[in-house]
T-cell receptor, first 116, second 106 residues
């Protein structure tokens, strides 16, 4: 299996522009997570899905952030409009559907977002 | 709010020594705990998972869990320069500590 695939790997955009990050989870994994990592705040959970349904989006910082999972093999995280403070590394991860809390998360390579 | 606390380091140990990494968590009902290793510019990768009180050993790594004290630790024996990385403590997949940076000096 190719693992969790994220695109793009790097994104530089201007403040106010829309940014879309993409993720393909490992086939057969029922849970998908979006995280954001910064030096100041560490690795934070933004939202997670179970069987394509959003379960907890309490970590989404503002209404400017939205996430969708239209099918089992694809998810997007959108920021509109983007701001410099959104600059971070965004990770997508997936886990099998056996038990959410008891299985490791398999991480994608991340998308490094820079908003100027 | 559920929290996971780690000493940010850096923690420096000589090659061959034991590195001890510590983590405390706030949610007393937590059931699963993970240690991830993250090299600079890379994504986190699982080192150990632990669910029951006591010790769990895997090669040079030992995870220790004390639910009464809400404390998790990771011991790395015979530390190698390749162990130099940031180690993240996680409670389930939902809450991560900020990580401890470990540097193993040759």
């Amino acid at each position: 299996d190719a693992g969790v695939i994220q695109s793009p790997r790097h994104e530089v955009t201007e403040m106010g522009q829309e940014v879309t990050l993409r993720c393909k989870p490992i086939s057969g994994h029922d849970y998908l997570f979006w995280y954001r990592q910064t030096m100041m705040r560490g690795l934070e959970l933004l939202i997670y899905f179970n069987n394509n349904v959003p379960i907890d989006d309490s970590g989404m910082p503002e209404d400017r952030f939205s996430a969708k999972m239209p099918n089992a093999s694809f998810s997007t995280l959108k920021i509109q409009p983007s701001e410099p403070r959104d600059s971070a590394v965004y990770f997508c991860a997936s886990t099998p559907g056996t038990a959410l809390m008891n299985t490791e998360a398999f991480f994608g390579q991340g998308t490094r977002l820079t908003v100027v | 709010q559920k929290e996971v606390e780690q000493n940010s380091g850096p923690l420096s140990v000589p090659e061959g020594a034991i590195a001890s990494l510590n983590c405390t968590y706030s949610d007393r009902g937590s059931q699963s705990f993970f240690w991830y290793r993250q090299y600079s510019g890379k994504s986190p990768e699982l080192i150990m998972s632990i669910y029951s009180n006591g010790d769990k050993e895997d090669g040079r790594f030992t995870a220790q869990l004390n639910k009464a004290s809400q404390y998790v630790s990771l011991l790395i024996r015979d530390s190698q320069p390749s162990d130099s990385a940031t180690y993240l403590c996680a409670v389930s997949q939902l809450t991560f500590g900020k990580g401890t940076k470990l540097s193993v000096i040759p």
